[in-house]
């Protein structure tokens, strides 16, 4: 069974993140080694409210929800998050080129990965509920495919920890993005294995006999071989 490891050491990119508020929504975790979990979360996030607003080429991936809150005026993320993400968002990301080369290159790396990533994500979800599976997703973060119109009638499930769930529809809230009446937030330290969380998500209606669809997109970086 694989289990969840702390990740390595930050690189540049998540620690700038990290030190600029990112980690706000994992107070509560266990593992005070992996605080990093909750910038990733808007990390994330703030990569898909950029490819949203690219004007240089056709985006590969919209997310409304995201581009509300990461909006420079009135979105509800971190001030610092919400700057970077209106530098990123110049036509071809000019400025960041010329005055951080090094920098820009390691971002524009992790903004390829999550824009292609959610782009065969959100199709291969799509296809998965429109065939009447369950949805589960570990480590939903910031994730807002329920609210894009991806949530799955037959079960959503979303998994991290509590203040995580708390933290991201108060934050989507206060943009004007409800929670979808389908999904179902459940509360749970996924590096304590399975055994910690199965029983929730039995308890919460999640039915084994029903076809579904498992995502551990927000976790698969820590997951080991073992």
């Not at 240089?56 to 509300?68: G, I, N, T």
């Not at 079960?155 to 509590?162: K, R, S, T, V």
Request: aromatic fraction near 8%; proline fraction near 7%; charge should be neutral.
């Amino acid at each position: 069974m694989a289990t969840l490891a702390p990740p390595p050491p930050a690189a540049d990119a998540q620690a700038t993140f990290h030190a600029m508020g990112g980690s706000a929504t994992t107070a509560s975790h266990a593992d005070a080694s992996r605080n990093s979990v909750g910038t990733t979360a808007y990390m994330t996030c703030m990569m898909r409210a950029v490819e949203s607003r690219v004007a240089h080429r056709p985006p590969l991936a919209r997310d409304a929800p995201a581009e509300a809150l990461f909006h420079l005026a009135s979105g509800a993320a971190p001030v610092r998050l919400r700057l970077a993400a209106a530098v990123l968002s110049f036509p071809e990301t000019g400025l960041v080129k010329l005055l951080a080369p090094a920098r820009y290159a390691r971002v524009a790396g992790v903004w390829a990965l999550s824009a292609t990533r959610t782009t065969y994500i959100d199709g291969a979800v799509a296809a998965a509920i429109a065939a009447g599976a369950q949805f589960v997703n570990l480590g939903a973060g910031l994730d807002s495919r329920a609210a894009r119109g991806l949530a799955a009638p037959a079960g959503h499930y979303e998994l991290d920890f509590q203040g995580m769930h708390d933290a991201k529809w108060d934050l989507y809230g206060s943009v004007g993005v409800p929670k979808p009446a389908a999904v179902c937030s459940i509360g749970a330290d996924l590096s304590l294995g399975p055994n910690a969380w199965a029983s929730k998500l039995l308890a919460a209606g999640y039915d084994p006999a029903t076809p579904s669809c498992w995502l551990l997109e927000g976790v698969i970086n820590y997951l080991t071989r073992d």
